[in-house]
T-cell receptor, first 114, second 114 residues
């Protein structure tokens, strides 16, 4: 079955530590995205990548970094510079060549930083 | 600045009746709109979309209406079923190449009572 795999489902870290969230897709999608969801708020775009070895900042990129070395993988690093890292993180992908292609989401990683 | 707003945090409906979820937007440059459904601890799943060249799109029990002059869209679910109980997000985008760069509303929690 094709899909998006995010791991781990739950992640706990101490303040001041960097942490990397994994996202892998086998849908052969061109573009990948990272969103963040906070309680009572909509999803907000952190970073996106439309092609390997290229990525752009979204609306809330500060304190985060990404890489896109392979089409299938788009890991997100939450650095110690991110002021409020505790959140639910969602990875998504889409085709770019077919016009209005909706996003497909993974099941998310809940990160708790104490 | 909340460009996409879902002003009703929750909605409760009896099974078999119609559910109407509303969404307002402020940016007149948005030309593609989507609805996503989300269960707890899972990623959102795409439900239905509409382009700004249309005012209605239907898919089974789900219909989305777009009123461009009012900058308002709504999702109708008829008949509502208990399995429809979830959080519903509306989202908006500018241009087909940007459909991954979505602006999401805060979500409306729908409860369908048996």
């Amino acid at each position: 079955d094709g899909g998006i795999t995010q791991s781990p489902k739950y992640l706990f870290r101490k303040e001041g530590q960097n942490v990397t969230l994994s996202c892998e897709q086998n849908l052969n999608h061109d573009a990948m995205y990272w969103y963040r969801q906070d309680p009572g708020q909509g999803l907000r775009l952190i970073y996106y990548s439309q092609i390997v070895n290229d990525f752009q900042k979204g609306d809330i990129a500060e304190g985060y970094s990404v890489s896109r070395e392979k089409k299938e993988s788009f890991p997100l690093t939450v650095t110690s510079a991110q002021k409020n890292p505790t959140a639910f993180y969602l990875c998504a992908s889409s085709m770019l060549s077919t016009g209005n292609s909706p996003l497909h989401f993974g099941n998310g990683t809940r990160l708790t930083v104490t | 600045d909340q460009q996409v707003k879902q002003n009703s945090p929750s909605l409760s409906v009896q099974e078999g009746r119609i559910s109407i979820l509303n969404c307002d937007y402020t940016n007149s440059m948005f030309d593609y709109f989507l609805w996503y459904k989300k269960y707890p601890a899972e990623g959102p799943t795409f439900l239905i979309s509409i382009s700004s060249i249309k005012d209605k799109n239907e898919d089974g029990r789900f219909t989305v209406f777009l009123n461009k002059s009012a900058k308002h869209l709504s999702l109708h679910i008829v008949p509502s079923q208990p399995g429809d109980s979830a959080v519903y997000f509306c989202a908006a985008a500018r241009g087909s190449s940007n459909t991954g760069k979505l602006i999401f509303g805060q979500g409306t929690t729908l409860q369908v009572k048996p």
